[in-house]
């Protein structure tokens, strides 16, 4: 269970009526909804779209109690954090490869601090993940697109959340959200009408791994794949190079760490 947080003085909570007017391109294309405390955002966004949300819809909770993280982990949210989910539905004819990676990219570049991207969607500042992104399936072509952020001075953290703190003053949290928003949406359209390849050269440019030799961890265990990083293709797939060839790797239960 993840620690909860007092209401933080110094950090006013998202108020959808301050939030809204800011907004640029996401403006009448999410409807937000604000909750004090949640289990998971992910989770209450799974439970509203079975019971008909549309797309665009956005929860986000001041506080979660068990937010999830990638491969069965937790996701420990900080008193001085973003923490939300959006539903959205990609048209029929669109797959989802390189969706998470599209969505890292958003929030990197949303983002004011020189952040880098490790492959498929973790974002970093300076070496250190800062940001985290969930994608669940939330029925045919529709997902559940949860991203975190703890925000603030990494100081007086407790170790599992200063682990991804990543320093940025929280006096300006909702502009930031509102940022974050837009470029998240304009990135999503992008995607929906041309896929990822658009955006491959951007996510390419902020690749911490690049040409950094890794090895390449399988979560079923097993031996791990040497290889150099040499960026991703159209897909968003990993271009890893070996001893004997250059492997594509697609987004899966892997994971990364630097030689
Ligand atoms: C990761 O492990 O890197 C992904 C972390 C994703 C955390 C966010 S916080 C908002 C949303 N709700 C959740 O329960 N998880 C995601």
């Known amino acids: 269970m993840s620690p909860t947080h007092a209401p933080d003085p110094a950090c006013p909570p998202i108020q959808p009526e301050i939030l809204l007017p800011l907004l640029g391109a996401a403006a009448g294309r999410i409807d937000l909804q604000v909750l004090e405390e949640c289990d998971s955002t992910n989770l209450q966004l799974q439970i509203l779209s079975k019971g008909g949300a549309p797309a665009g819809t956005l929860l986000l909770a001041q506080r979660q109690t068990a937010g999830r993280g990638r491969r069965g982990r937790s996701w420990y ?3 001085q ?3 939300f989910s959006l539903l959205w ?3 029929a004819d669109r797959p989802p490869s390189g969706l998470s990676l599209a969505v890292g990219l958003a929030v990197a570049e949303a983002l004011p601090v020189s952040a880098q991207l490790k492959w498929p969607n973790d974002v970093l500042l300076d070496g250190r993940k800062i940001a985290g992104i969930l994608i669940e399936s ?3 072509q529709c997902f559940v697109i949860g991203i975190g952020i703890n ?3 990494l100081g007086d953290l407790p170790a599992e959340i200063a682990a991804t703190a990543c320093g940025i003053p929280v006096d300006d949290r909702t502009h930031m959200l509102a940022r974050i928003l837009d470029g998240l949406v304009t990135v999503l359209d992008e995607f929906s009408a041309h896929g990822f390849s658009p955006l491959q050269s951007r996510w390419q440019m902020r690749h911490a791994y690049q040409d950094l030799a890794v090895n390449l961890f399988f979560s079923e265990g097993g031996e791990p794949v040497q290889g150099v990083c040499r960026g991703v293709d159209a897909n968003g797939e990993l271009l890893l190079e070996t001893a004997t060839c250059i ?3 697609a987004s899966g239960e892997v994971s990364l760490r630097l030689q």
């Open 77 to 79: 949210q900080g008193p």
């Open 89 to 91: 539905r990609l048209p």
């Open 81 to 83: 954090s973003l923490a």
């Open 138 to 140: 939330a029925g045919p």
């Open 247 to 249: 492997q594509t790797i």
């Open 151 to 153: 925000l603030g001075d």
